[in-house]
Every structure is written in C-alpha cells, then in structure tokens.
C-alpha cells in the first residue's frame, strides 16, 4: 500500500498517543446534566421543553430550525430544572437545558442491543437524510457541522467520492483510533448509508499509518462492503483538515472558499459515520460519543463513552483527579483545542477530548521579535503567510486580511507551533478571521 | 577663466529668473483660495489631533467649523468652553457649549472585589481576550485589565492600578472618547463631570441575574431597585438587571448611594457622609476619595451643571416592582 499525504506545509509533532491501548469504557450517568442548545456550527436551537418537564434518554429538547442547525435531544431521563444560560468552555453564558437524573428511561423504538444489523436495502435517499437531520447529527470531528447538510449536493454540483477521515492527527486523542478498533462493522454501515445517502459508489477511509492495527482491522473487514477502501496516509499534522485530506486521499485542491463539494467530495469522521449508523439503523440519536481524557501527569489515561452534557469534572474525577501539577485542562487536542474556563462545563458533541497539560508544559513562551525567518509560511498547509495576516489583524487592517485570505485559514496552529520567536499567531489571525466575518457579513446584508 | 566664471553666472542667473517668472505664473493660475479663518481657528485649537470632536484631526475641525457658518454640534473637549468661546467671537457666531466630560470606569471588579478563577496567558489586548473568554474574575461583562484604554489614551491620563488591576482614569482627562472606543465591553463612558467635579454613577455593566452576578463579584449591580425606589428626580432606571444613573437628571442628592447593599454606586469627590446609625460604611477606594488638583480650570468655570434638572416627578411609576434580589 503507497502511502499519500498532503503536499503543503504540514507539522510533525510529537504524538503522544498515551490512551492508544486503552478500550473504551462506559462512563457511569451522572446526577444532573447541561446539555447545550448551541452545539453547532451554525444556528442554537430552540428549547421545546420547559421548567419541571419530564424527559426520557432520546427525546428531542431542542429544534434546529433554521437551514444550518441541528436537533438536540436529551441523553438522560430525568426533570428539566431549567432552561437558562450556562457559562459555556469560554466563561460567556450560552442557553442549556439543565436536567435532574432520575433513573435511566428511554424512549419507545431505540434498539439498544448491540447486534449488528446491515440491511440498508430498503432505505431511501431522503429517509436517510431525514433520518440523520431528526437525530441532531454534526460533524464529531470537532467542527459540529450539521451532517445533513452535507448530504444534500447543491444543485450543479456531483458527489463523486465519500472520504471518512480517521486520520486523527492531532496529539493525545484516540477516541476516532478506539472507535475504529471496537466498532469496525458498525462504522463501515454508517459508511454504506452515507454513500447511500449521498448517490455514490465509492468511499475512501482515510487513516495514519501511525494506526496500523485499525488500519488493518478496517482491511479484514472491507471485503463484505463493496465500494470503500482504505487510504494509509503519511504521518503529518494536519491531515485531518478536511481540505488536507481531500488533497492526500484524491489529490484535489479545495478553490479558495469554496467547499469539499467544488471537487466532488464530501468528507465525514468516522464519529460521524458511526452515529449515522446508530441513528439510521437503531434509531438512536446522538447522545453519547467518545472522549479521550488524556495528560502526562494523570494517572492513567482512557477513552470514554460518554452522554452529552456530563460535566468534564467528572472524567477527570474518573481519572483519578486533577493532578496537582496541572496547567491546563484543554477541551479538544493541544494543537486546535481551547483551554477550558472551568471544570464544570459539560462535554458536548464536538468535545473529542479533554487534555491536561502540566503546569510546565501549559506555560507560553514569552513572544519576541518576528525574525522574518518565513517558517510559518513554509508550514502552513493553506499556503498563506501568517505571521503577516497578524500583523495585519493587530494593526486592524481587516480588508488587508480579507485580501490575504485570511479566511481559508483552518486554525491548525501549525504557524504558532513552529514559530522560534513564540508569537501568538494564531491569537491574532482568529480575531482578523472574526472581524474579517463581520465586515462580509455587513456586505451582505 | 574668468570668462568661464561669468558664462555660468549669467547662464544660471538667466535659467533662475525664467523659472521664477514662470513659478509665479503658475502659482497666480492654481491658487488655492482658503478662508484665512480656518488658520486662525486651527491657531486656538490645541493641536492634539485625538479626534475628540468627531474629526479627522484640529485642521479637519477647523475647516468643518469655517464652512458650516454655524457652532451647533461642535465641541473641542479638550479646549472646552473657553476655546469655544473664543472661537465663537473670532468668526462672530455663539458657540454651543457643553459641560465638560470625563471618562469613568463602570467596573469595580478588582482583584478583590473579583477574586482570579484563571489566568489569561495570550496576547496582552482586550480585544483579544474578549474574544477568547469571559475574563480571569469570571464577570462576561467586567474589565479585563489588559490595558488597550491606557494604550489609547494620547493625554497620559490613564494607568493601571497594580493592585486593583483596573485602569484608573487621572483628572487630566479630557474626554476625547478614544479610551471608550479601546474598550471592546464598553465599560468606559464619559459623564457630565458635574458640579465642583462630583460625580455618582453606577460602577457596573453586569446584566446577569443577582445570583450568577455576586457568584463572580461582590460589588455588582444586583437590581435589587432600592436606589430606583429612593431616587426623587427619577434619574435611575433599570434595565436588564442593571441601573444606570442618568447624569442629567442626577441632582447628586446622595441618597442612593447608602442604599446600594453591594456598594456598587460610587460617589467621587464628595465630602465624606457624617456618621449616620444606619448607612453603611463607605467602600469608595481612596483613589476616588481624594480632592480634585484644583488646578484644572475646565471644572473652575462650570456653572452648567449646576442647573440640573429639578423639575422630575416625584410621584410613583406605574410598573410593578418585582425584587429580584435575594
């Protein structure tokens, strides 16, 4: 097997897959949950039940009715405390449903046996996508956009491949590797019904060959799923980037602005692939997935499966608690994830990890002088120049950073990683991006 | 040689009075014609270029003025009233006064007041931090203490406390507005710097309910509407669980600030409240507290405010109260 990779820029840091061998395990309910409205990228949901309500496991609590949102269900049984506004990872106040436990009742027709059910035959196009809509699915790679979404091929354009990325390649996290190794036949299913759903015949699986054992787990099972095939990929951060793996699995190149679909791919995580299984075939939907708790100084390192809106204290308490050196608690991996604000906030569908760093390792260098050395250029897989994109940003030119394109940054860090004088990069380039979106708002309406 | 000499004398003498005769020329044919006022005017002004006033610079200002033929809507904060008098009488029209201004911080959450949850390690701006999370103390509403208004400040009538963490706005200040814009959570807005340069305003923008509110800062703003109730000359009104004083209505009777449970209302440059059984004792820091320099002759001269509004009802407003406090 040849192994490809995307050409531009990219990193290689180091991996640190401490939780790679251990199983997943199932994370115990917790007494109460705050399950977010705003879980994707687009727009929050609208709350459907109320103060005092009875919920069960599975029940729909929030409607997604604008074009890009998604559904939310609860992933409890229990009473409704309130509906009100929880700090979120950033300390501001976003609307969440707040709900009591009371014992573990789910709603009539979710199949909660494990056995494997293939048969998609008789289902259709729009089922599938209706189906997917109705479950509240979003992109789990950590993007949280609405899966269904995706599904529906503008006019003008034509799907021609389904990727599923399973590179995961940001340090630390396994939850995508675990999930590959433990439900391998569940994951080719949603892979089928996603071909499905989108009318084409053929899907690539693309993984690091830092993963060979999922690789070759995946490999022994393809045979009985016409149509996929699997793509080890060279190990280079950050390939998991949509556009990056569309450039290393199909060797296309995503125009400027443009989305996957431009080249007639559309990519999904194998945590997406996985739910869409779950909701299609068991009529299940979202309201668990898989997190990665991992960090040097904790005493042992896990993958959890976890319901949505379970407090991230409580997987560390799992853990073994917070070491005593700790720095930093990071929702998502070290490279793209955001330090968290508190401990109390809960996991939701984006959260693919949750990272302690030390207090040594947490702390940033001091930032010095630009030496113009161009190594952030060099590894930038967008092929921009970010360290003038911030400058730009700092000095509040924002249609200079519009020109720049600083809007096809993907946030990967790569520039801020690399950077010998330790400038915060990054820090300046997400706020252009943000200012940068206002103005083309503003244009627009 | 000597001819040399005088070849290159008359030549260069020759080439100079052409180009003088056509230099004229030229300058009589694109003259600019330019009131002489606008010189005059840009004289007086102070130079400062901060674009108080609303333009691009005191030359800009000068012009708009000349050319409107009329004062309405002009101010230089800087110079105050005595530079607009001045240049009333110089272009013959009467100038629009305005009481002088001074920028205040409503927060209050100090290091103290808003004890540090995390520490904020990125890129030392406001506008930065504001985007990323919700502030060190908590409060998504309160100071970030990274320092973006003493950056903007052209008149160094900013710093920040150490201690307290917060800026502190000198009495120099001229209010230019150039902090308010820095600020990304609008906490800083400037006020009527009232009579003998006493002040009462409400240090805080929390809109939060009293619960989440006091979980991050003891000094908030709980509306809890005793200092609505108390208030004659209806110059407090709530909105969003938050007061806000109304400087033109406020005749700094002083009767709010005692019933504040969280000292939230600050009173600056007043004598310090005789000793009464049941107020409370008076949590104003002591950078506030202290006289004014009275050497600042914008505050000397200001007789406007004194004519606050005295003609508010005091009869009781309609809507039903509801104390959220609890």
Redesign the interface.
């Known amino acids: 097997m040849t192994l490809k990779t995307f050409k531009l820029g990219g990193i290689h840091p180091p991996e640190h897959k401490i939780s790679a061998g251990k199983a997943i395990e199932l994370m115990p309910i917790p007494t109460q949950v705050s399950i977010p409205l705003g879980q994707v990228l687009g727009v929050p949901s609208i709350p459907i039940v109320k103060r005092g309500d009875q919920v069960q496991v599975g029940q729909l609590i929030g409607k997604g009715e604008a074009f890009i949102s998604a559904q939310v269900h609860s992933s409890v049984s229990g009473k409704v405390l309130k509906v009100d506004?929880v700090?979120d990872s950033?300390?501001?106040?976003r609307n969440a449903v707040l709900i009591e436990v009371e014992g573990d009742d789910w709603t009539d027709g979710i199949d909660r046996s494990t056995e494997l059910n293939r048969n998609i035959r008789e289902l259709t196009q729009s089922d599938i996508i209706e189906k997917i809509k109705s479950s509240g699915i979003v992109g789990l790679g950590g993007a949280t956009f609405p899966s269904h979404v995706k599904l529906m091929v503008p006019k003008g354009k034509v799907a021609e491949v389904l990727l599923i990325n399973g590179v995961e390649c940001e340090p630390y996290l396994t939850s995508d590797h675990r999930l590959m190794l433990e439900r391998g036949e569940e994951l080719l299913v949603g892979c089928q019904i996603l071909m499905k759903g989108l009318g084409v015949d053929r899907a690539i699986i693309g993984i690091e060959n830092n993963k060979m054992d999922a690789i070759d787990h995946l490999a022994s099972l393809i045979a009985d799923y016409p149509g996929i095939s699997i793509q080890a990929l060279k190990v280079q951060y950050p390939q998991g980037g949509e556009k990056q793996l569309i450039k290393a699995c199909i060797n296309r190149e995503v125009p400027s602005g443009k989305l996957p679909i431009e080249v007639g791919a559309v990519v999904n995580n194998v945590g997406t692939a996985f739910a869409v299984y779950e909701a299609v075939q068991k009529n299940k939907p979202l309201i668990e997935r898989i997190v990665t708790v991992a960090g040097k100084s904790l005493m042992e390192s896990a993958n959890f499966q976890v319901r949505i809106g379970t407090p991230i204290s409580q997987l560390i308490e799992k853990v073994g608690g917070l070491p005593e050196d700790t720095g930093k608690v990071i929702s998502g991996g070290p490279m793209m994830g955001k330090?968290l604000?508190?401990l109390e906030v809960p996991v939701v569908k984006g959260t693919s990890g949750i990272l302690i760093m030390n207090a040594k390792e947490?702390?940033?260098s001091r930032a010095v002088n630009c030496i113009r050395c161009g190594k952030c250029t060099a590894v930038c897989p967008m092929g921009l120049e970010p360290f003038y994109l911030a400058q730009l940003a700092k000095y509040e030119d924002y249609s200079g950073c519009e020109k720049n394109r600083i809007m096809d940054c993907i946030e990967c860090g790569s520039c801020m990683y690399t950077c010998p004088s330790y400038r915060?990069l990054l820090?300046?380039i997400?706020?252009g991006k943000?200012q940068v979106g206002k103005l083309m708002r503003s244009r627009q309406n | 040689m000597n001819e040399i000499i005088l070849y290159a004398v008359i030549s260069l003498g020759a080439i100079g009075v052409i180009a003088a005769i056509i230099l004229f020329f030229v300058a009589q044919k694109f003259k600019v014609i330019e009131d002489p006022r606008i010189d005059e005017v840009e004289e007086v002004l102070p130079a400062a270029n901060c674009g108080g006033c609303g333009f691009a610079g005191c030359r800009n200002f000068a012009e708009e003025i000349v050319k409107a033929e009329n004062m309405e809507g002009f101010n230089c904060p800087v110079g105050g009233a005595d530079l607009m008098t001045d240049i009333g009488q110089a272009l013959g029209l009467e100038a629009d006064l305005k009481d002088p201004e001074i920028a205040v911080l409503r927060c209050n959450g100090s290091c103290e007041h808003s004890p540090q949850?995390?520490q904020y390690?990125?890129?030392k701006s406001c506008?930065?931090a504001n985007?990323?999370?919700?502030?060190e103390g908590?409060c998504?509403y309160g100071c970030l203490g990274c320092g973006d208004c003493v950056e903007a400040c052209d008149f160094d009538a900013m710093y920040m406390d150490e201690q307290t963490g917060l800026p502190v706005v000198k009495d120099n200040c001229n209010a230019c507005g150039a902090c308010v814009k820095a600020c990304p959570r609008n906490i800083l807005e400037l006020r009527p710097r009232g009579k003998k340069d006493r002040r009462i305003f409400v240090a805080c923008m929390n809109e939060?309910k009293a619960i989440?509110a006091k979980a991050n800062c003891s000094v908030t703003c709980t509306a809890c509407r005793k200092c609505e109730k108390v208030c004659k000359f209806d110059a407090i009104k709530i909105e969003n669980f938050l007061a806000y004083i109304d400087p033109h209505k406020c005749t700094l009777c002083r009767k709010c600030a005692p019933e504040c449970e969280t000292n939230t209302i600050w009173e600056v440059n007043f004598r310090p409240r005789k000793e009464r059984p049941a107020v409370k004792e008076q949590t104003v820091p002591d950078k506030i507290a202290e006289k004014p320099d009275s050497a600042n002759p914008l505050t000397k001269k200001d007789e406007k405010s004194d004519t606050a509004v005295k003609d508010a009802s005091s009869e009781s407003k309609g809507e039903a109260k509801t104390d959220k406090q609890v």
């Open positions: 506004g700090p950033s300390g501001y106040r330090a604000n508190s947490a702390k940033r915060p820090d300046y997400r706020l943000t | 949850k995390v390690d990125g890129v506008f930065v985007a990323l999370f919700s502030g908590g998504a939060e989440p």
